[in-house]
């Protein structure tokens, strides 16, 4: 069976629920590297590191999404942005491991289904979600689905749905659309992964925990 994007009901959805996240992060993709070079690690998940600067960035995106529950606990943001960012290492090292890929055809043509789709949504923020990170990006949003930095960060989207559903076919199947269960299970996936998971002084730091 052809692998596309909405294939899959759990990753079309992650990947809508995603465009807004997305248009927040994207920036300019060469200063976000060029600065975490220069910046102390917080975390690290078997041998891979994971910047201060990605915490600070994800924080600021949990603080000015549309649900964040107004809370200015900075170490708090810090703290829910360490527990995603690792989360989201360990699926993505997952989906690698498993294999879950999609070429770039694929993936662009993935992109044009959730662009026509978003058009359509209801929530006036899905809807512009893909303005505003063409916008960032610099170009014009009939461009957008090939768009190297684009393909990076729906790749990155399309691989964290994929392993989500991936677990959730694991459970029984009464369960399988159980979103408290699914999670659940998620949570455990990544406790028991195969490889470390250190958090370092400058992480607690930032988050405020005990060093």
Same mark, same amino acid.
């Given at each position: 069976?052809k692998? @596309?994007?909405?294939?899959?009901?759990?990753v079309?959805?992650?990947?809508l629920?995603?465009?807004?996240?997305?248009a927040?992060? @994207?920036?300019?993709?060469?200063?976000?590297t060029n600065?975490?070079?220069?910046?102390?690690?917080?975390?690290r998940?078997?041998?891979?590191?994971?910047?201060?600067? @990605?915490?600070?960035?994800?924080a600021?995106?949990?603080?000015?999404?549309?649900?964040?529950?107004?809370?200015?606990?900075l170490q708090?943001?810090?703290?829910?942005?360490l527990?995603?960012?690792?989360?989201e290492?360990?699926?993505?090292?997952?989906?690698? !491991?498993?294999?879950?890929?999609?070429?770039d055809?694929?993936?662009?043509?993935g992109?044009?289904?959730?662009?026509a789709?978003?058009?359509?949504?209801? !929530?006036?923020? /899905?809807?512009?979600?893909?303005?505003q990170?063409?916008?960032?990006?610099? /170009?014009?949003?009939d461009?957008?689905?090939?768009?190297?930095?684009?393909?990076?960060?729906?790749?990155?989207?399309?691989?964290?749905?994929?392993?989500?559903?991936r677990?959730?076919?694991?459970?029984?199947f009464?369960?399988?659309k !159980?979103?408290?269960?699914?999670?659940?299970?998620?949570?455990?996936?990544?406790?028991?992964?195969?490889?470390?998971i250190i958090?370092l002084?400058?992480?607690?730091?930032? @988050?405020?925990?005990p060093?």
């Open positions: 069976m692998k @596309t994007m909405t294939n899959n009901i759990c079309r959805v992650c990947v629920q995603s465009l807004l996240v997305l927040m992060a @994207t920036g300019n993709a060469q200063d976000v600065l975490a070079k220069h910046t102390a690690v917080a975390a998940v078997g041998e891979t590191d994971i910047p201060t600067s @990605t915490l600070r960035t994800r600021r995106m949990l603080a000015s999404s549309p649900t964040a529950d107004n809370d200015s606990d708090l943001l810090h703290r829910r942005a527990r995603q960012v690792i989360r290492t360990v699926l993505l090292k997952a989906a690698d !491991d498993e294999g879950l890929s999609l070429s055809g694929d993936l662009s043509r992109i044009l289904e959730m662009q789709a978003a058009a359509q949504s209801v !929530d006036p923020s /899905v809807r512009t979600a893909f303005d990170a063409a916008g960032r990006l610099g /170009v014009a949003v461009q957008f689905s090939s768009e190297p930095r684009a393909l990076a960060a729906y790749r990155r989207l399309w691989k964290l749905g994929a392993i989500r559903a677990i959730a076919e694991r459970l029984p009464e369960d399988r !159980d979103p408290a269960k699914i999670e659940n299970a998620i949570e455990r996936f990544v406790s028991e992964w195969k490889e470390p958090i002084p400058a992480g607690r730091q930032l @988050t405020g925990e060093q």
